[in-house]
């Protein structure tokens, strides 16, 4: 009753404090609030994707991966933490590692999710095939006798249930 009450009020207020503090840059004191909300409700998603987020804008990819793969196994659907996730790998330069994550979130049903994974998962695409192009300007300026050799590039097929898929080089 009361206590149970009174407890998830406490949770809503550590949430609303550390995602406050998030929005103000202030990244480690969110951590303190998102584990007190986390204390109050082991099971909180959005404590633990909170913690993500603030171990992520803390560089600490570590932490950051670990609290959104905890929060992504209570809630498997959550297209904003696999975003989250997906977004956390590639900012640390992760991109086959992000991609799963990133298809995960543009096929869910959270539409900025969605737009956002997209978008980066064209950021991934054009990446990758810069770094396949590279090593064929290279050859090619070496020995211009020779061919250039010939790469396959990656590209974002749309599925027909609207899911984004990132076709990369073999």
């Given at each position: 009753g009361r206590a149970a009450t009174a407890n998830?009020?406490?949770?809503a207020t550590a949430l609303d404090e550390g995602r406050a503090l998030l929005v103000a840059g202030n990244a480690a004191q969110a951590i303190s609030a998102f584990r007190l909300a986390l204390t109050a409700d082991p099971s909180s998603v959005s404590a633990l994707n909170g913690l993500g987020i603030a171990y992520d804008r803390l560089g600490r990819r570590d932490l950051a991966r670990r609290h959104f793969e905890m929060a992504l196994a209570v809630e498997p659907d959550?297209?904003?933490i696999a975003y989250n996730l997906g977004?956390?790998?590639?900012?640390a330069g992760e991109d086959r590692a992000?991609?799963?994550w990133l298809q995960r979130a543009a096929g869910g049903d959270d539409g900025r999710a969605?737009?956002?994974a997209r978008r980066v998962l064209v950021q991934i695409a054009a990446r990758l095939e810069a770094q396949a192009a590279g090593p064929v300007i290279a050859q090619s300026a070496a020995s211009a006798a020779e061919p250039p050799m010939r790469?396959?590039?990656?590209?974002?097929?749309?599925a027909s249930n609207g899911e984004?898929?990132?076709?990369l080089p073999s």
């Open positions: 998830a009020q406490g949770v959550a297209a904003d977004l956390s790998l590639h900012l992000a991609v799963p969605a737009t956002a790469v396959a590039s990656a590209r974002i097929d749309m984004a898929v990132l076709v």
